[in-house]
């Protein structure tokens, strides 16, 4: 059974840092991976996508330069490091994966989430 655990959501001050993971069990081939935020009463917004390999990575122009994507397969876990927080990228993240060596970058194509971990900054 595939599964993904997200984590390192937490309280910032605006400005600061954090790295969420997301740590991948039982998948066996190839997957990538991609990162979501949502508010509640919003719509999910795509943040970010890397490839199995990690050859190949998506930013969201709302992220780019701020948000970097990596992944560690020998770990089988991915991050997301957010840099320069700001109140407005408070939310629930969510990773998520789609199987194969790519991904289309988007909420539809994926088919398996972790459940989130919530990302606060405070002004």
């Known amino acids: 059974q595939q599964l993904l655990v997200e984590s390192g959501g937490g309280l910032v001050h605006a400005g600061g840092s954090l790295r969420l993971s997301c740590a991948a069990s039982?998948?066996?081939?190839?997957?990538?991976i991609g990162w979501f935020r949502q508010l509640p009463g919003k719509e999910r917004e795509t943040l970010s996508c890397?490839?199995?390999?990690?050859?190949?990575?998506y930013y969201a122009d709302s992220v780019k330069g701020r948000f970097t994507i990596s992944r560690d397969n020998a770990k089988n876990t991915a991050y997301l490091d957010l840099d320069r927080l700001t109140p407005e990228d408070t939310a629930d993240y969510y990773c998520?994966?789609?199987?194969?060596?790519?991904?289309?970058?988007?909420?539809?194509?994926?088919?398996?989430w972790g459940k989130g971990t919530r990302v606060t900054v405070s002004s």
């Open positions: 890397i490839s199995h390999s990690g050859d190949g990575t």
């Open positions: 998520a994966a789609t199987l194969g060596p790519g991904y289309v970058c988007a909420d539809y194509a994926m088919e398996y």
């Open positions: 039982g998948f066996t081939g190839d997957y990538g």
